[in-house]
Protein backbone atom coordinates (compact mmCIF):
# COMPACT_ATOMS: atom_id res chain seq x y z
CA UNK A 1 0.00 0.00 0.00
CA UNK A 2 1.71 3.60 -0.89
CA UNK A 3 1.51 6.27 0.94
CA UNK A 4 -1.53 8.02 -0.56
CA UNK A 5 -3.77 4.78 -0.38
CA UNK A 6 -2.85 4.73 3.38
CA UNK A 7 -3.68 8.20 4.30
CA UNK A 8 -6.69 7.51 2.58
CA UNK A 9 -7.59 5.24 4.70
CA UNK A 10 -6.63 6.39 7.94
CA UNK A 11 -8.80 9.33 7.09
CA UNK A 12 -12.25 7.54 5.75
CA UNK A 13 -11.59 5.14 9.20
CA UNK A 14 -11.48 8.02 11.19
CA UNK A 15 -14.28 9.87 9.52
CA UNK A 16 -16.33 6.69 9.68
CA UNK A 17 -15.42 5.71 13.00
CA UNK A 18 -14.65 9.28 15.19
CA UNK A 19 -14.59 7.49 18.71
CA UNK A 20 -11.30 5.10 17.53
CA UNK A 21 -8.12 6.08 18.66
CA UNK A 22 -4.69 6.56 16.84
CA UNK A 23 -3.99 3.15 18.34
CA UNK A 24 -7.19 1.27 16.63
CA UNK A 25 -6.84 2.88 13.83
CA UNK A 26 -3.27 1.64 13.34
CA UNK A 27 -4.43 -1.68 14.62
CA UNK A 28 -7.28 -1.99 12.04
CA UNK A 29 -5.28 -1.04 9.38
CA UNK A 30 -1.82 -2.97 10.42
CA UNK A 31 0.41 0.24 10.19
CA UNK A 32 2.05 2.14 12.67
CA UNK A 33 1.11 4.06 15.06
CA UNK A 34 3.11 7.23 14.34
CA UNK A 35 2.08 6.96 10.93
CA UNK A 36 -1.95 7.63 11.97
CA UNK A 37 -1.17 10.67 13.99
CA UNK A 38 1.43 11.80 11.37
CA UNK A 39 -1.31 12.05 8.81
CA UNK A 40 -4.44 13.06 11.15
CA UNK A 41 -2.57 15.76 12.32
CA UNK A 42 -0.97 17.34 9.06
CA UNK A 43 -4.79 17.05 7.73
CA UNK A 44 -5.48 19.26 11.11
CA UNK A 45 -2.62 21.47 10.88
CA UNK A 46 -3.35 22.08 7.19
CA UNK A 47 -6.88 22.56 8.08
CA UNK A 48 -5.75 25.37 10.59
CA UNK A 49 -3.78 26.87 8.03
CA UNK A 50 -6.26 27.58 5.54
CA UNK A 51 -8.49 28.82 7.94
CA UNK A 52 -6.15 31.25 9.32
CA UNK A 53 -5.82 32.24 5.13
CA UNK A 54 -9.34 32.47 4.94
CA UNK A 55 -9.90 34.69 8.02
CA UNK A 56 -7.15 36.59 6.82
CA UNK A 57 -9.20 37.30 3.22
CA UNK A 58 -13.00 36.06 3.42
CA UNK A 59 -14.03 37.86 0.47
CA UNK A 60 -11.19 35.78 -1.91
CA UNK A 61 -9.56 33.30 -0.07
CA UNK A 62 -5.90 33.06 -2.35
CA UNK A 63 -6.77 36.58 -4.89
CA UNK A 64 -5.96 39.00 -1.96
CA UNK A 65 -3.01 41.78 -2.61
CA UNK A 66 0.21 41.25 -1.83
CA UNK A 67 -0.08 44.21 0.40
CA UNK A 68 -2.68 42.50 2.42
CA UNK A 69 -0.27 40.17 4.39
CA UNK A 70 2.75 42.38 4.57
CA UNK A 71 0.26 45.17 5.86
CA UNK A 72 -0.73 42.69 8.87
CA UNK A 73 2.24 41.88 9.53
CA UNK A 74 3.82 45.37 9.72
CA UNK A 75 0.84 46.37 12.19
CA UNK A 76 2.12 44.42 14.75
CA UNK A 77 3.71 45.48 18.22
CA UNK A 78 6.75 43.59 18.71
CA UNK A 79 9.09 45.15 21.24
CA UNK A 80 7.06 44.90 24.70
CA UNK A 81 8.87 48.25 25.44
CA UNK A 82 6.84 50.01 23.13
CA UNK A 83 3.43 51.89 23.53
CA UNK A 84 0.48 50.78 21.39
CA UNK A 85 0.15 51.86 18.43
CA UNK A 86 -3.16 54.00 17.68
CA UNK A 87 -2.94 53.71 13.79
CA UNK A 88 -2.82 50.75 11.11
CA UNK A 89 -1.54 50.73 7.87
CA UNK A 90 -4.01 49.57 5.06
CA UNK A 91 -3.43 47.89 1.99
CA UNK A 92 -4.52 50.63 0.05
CA UNK A 93 -2.47 53.33 1.61
CA UNK A 94 0.68 50.50 0.91
CA UNK A 95 -0.40 50.22 -2.91
CA UNK A 96 -0.59 54.27 -2.99
CA UNK A 97 2.73 54.82 -1.54
CA UNK A 98 4.74 51.70 -3.30
CA UNK A 99 2.38 50.61 -6.63
CA UNK A 100 2.78 47.73 -8.53
CA UNK A 101 6.82 47.76 -9.28
CA UNK A 102 8.32 49.32 -6.38
CA UNK A 103 12.22 49.84 -5.28
CA UNK A 104 14.30 48.45 -1.90
CA UNK A 105 14.92 51.95 -0.51
CA UNK A 106 17.88 50.66 0.94
CA UNK A 107 19.51 48.86 -1.90
CA UNK A 108 17.54 50.42 -4.89
CA UNK A 109 16.92 46.75 -6.18
CA UNK A 110 13.60 45.91 -7.79
CA UNK A 111 11.39 44.04 -5.65
CA UNK A 112 8.84 41.58 -6.72
CA UNK A 113 5.63 42.25 -4.56
CA UNK A 114 4.04 38.68 -5.68
CA UNK A 115 7.27 36.68 -3.82
CA UNK A 116 5.83 37.55 -0.42
CA UNK A 117 9.04 36.23 1.14
CA UNK A 118 11.61 38.17 -0.39
CA UNK A 119 10.53 41.71 0.70
CA UNK A 120 9.77 43.56 4.25
CA UNK A 121 8.10 46.40 4.77
CA UNK A 122 10.42 48.31 7.10
CA UNK A 123 10.14 50.85 9.83
CA UNK A 124 11.97 53.78 8.85
CA UNK A 125 12.61 54.70 13.04
CA UNK A 126 12.11 51.70 14.52
CA UNK A 127 9.64 50.80 16.90
CA UNK A 128 12.39 50.24 18.97
CA UNK A 129 13.28 53.30 19.35
CA UNK A 130 9.99 55.20 19.55
CA UNK A 131 9.14 54.75 15.71
CA UNK A 132 5.02 54.40 14.88
CA UNK A 133 3.24 52.42 12.56
CA UNK A 134 2.09 55.05 10.31
CA UNK A 135 2.02 55.23 6.48
CA UNK A 136 5.16 57.73 6.74
CA UNK A 137 7.36 55.18 8.77
CA UNK A 138 6.80 52.67 6.57
CA UNK A 139 9.35 51.79 3.47
CA UNK A 140 9.85 48.51 1.80
CA UNK A 141 13.33 46.91 1.61
CA UNK A 142 14.60 43.55 0.59
CA UNK A 143 14.49 40.77 2.94
CA UNK A 144 18.58 40.57 3.23
CA UNK A 145 18.55 44.65 3.40
CA UNK A 146 15.98 44.74 6.14
CA UNK A 147 17.52 41.90 8.38
CA UNK A 148 21.15 43.95 8.00
CA UNK A 149 19.50 47.34 9.25
CA UNK A 150 17.79 45.25 12.17
CA UNK A 151 16.74 47.91 14.74
CA UNK A 152 19.12 50.50 13.70
CA UNK A 153 18.31 54.54 11.97
CA UNK A 154 18.80 54.63 8.58
CA UNK A 155 21.89 57.61 9.81
CA UNK A 156 23.13 54.55 11.70
CA UNK A 157 22.74 52.17 9.15
CA UNK A 158 24.17 53.96 6.22
CA UNK A 159 27.06 55.14 8.71
CA UNK A 160 27.76 51.21 9.53
CA UNK A 161 27.81 50.09 5.76
CA UNK A 162 30.32 53.11 5.35
CA UNK A 163 32.37 51.59 7.91
CA UNK A 164 32.16 48.06 6.68
CA UNK A 165 33.45 48.97 2.94
CA UNK A 166 36.61 51.75 4.70
CA UNK A 167 37.56 48.78 6.33
CA UNK A 168 37.67 46.60 3.59
CA UNK A 169 39.74 49.10 1.62
CA UNK A 170 36.60 51.08 -0.38
CA UNK A 171 36.69 54.53 -0.87
CA UNK A 172 33.19 55.59 0.05
CA UNK A 173 31.90 58.90 -1.62
CA UNK A 174 28.34 60.12 -1.77
CA UNK A 175 27.27 61.09 -5.56
CA UNK A 176 23.96 62.01 -6.56
CA UNK A 177 21.95 59.35 -8.45
CA UNK A 178 20.11 60.59 -11.38
CA UNK A 179 16.07 61.00 -10.72
CA UNK A 180 16.72 61.78 -7.26
CA UNK A 181 16.57 65.56 -6.01
Same mark, same amino acid.
Given at each position: ?11 ? @? ?9 ? *? ?10 ? #? ?10 ? $? ?5 ? %??? +? ?6 ? +?????? &? ?10 ? +?? $? ?5 ? /?????? &? /?????? @? ?7 ? %?????? =? ?7 ? &????? #? %??? /? ?6 ? =? ?7 ? /? ?5 ? %????? *? &???? $? ?5 ? *? @?
Amino acid at each position: MNTNELELKIIN @LKLEKPHLSHR *QIAYELGCLKSS #VTYYLKNKEQRY $ESNKIRR %DRC +PKRQYNCH +PYTYKC &GDFNKRRHTNCP +PQ $ETKVTTE /EAKNKF &G /ENPKCY @LTGRDINIY %DRKSYH =FDHIVPTAK &GGTNT #V %DNL /EIATKEAN =FAKRDMSLD /EFISMCK %DILIN *Q &GYKV $EKTKISG *Q @L
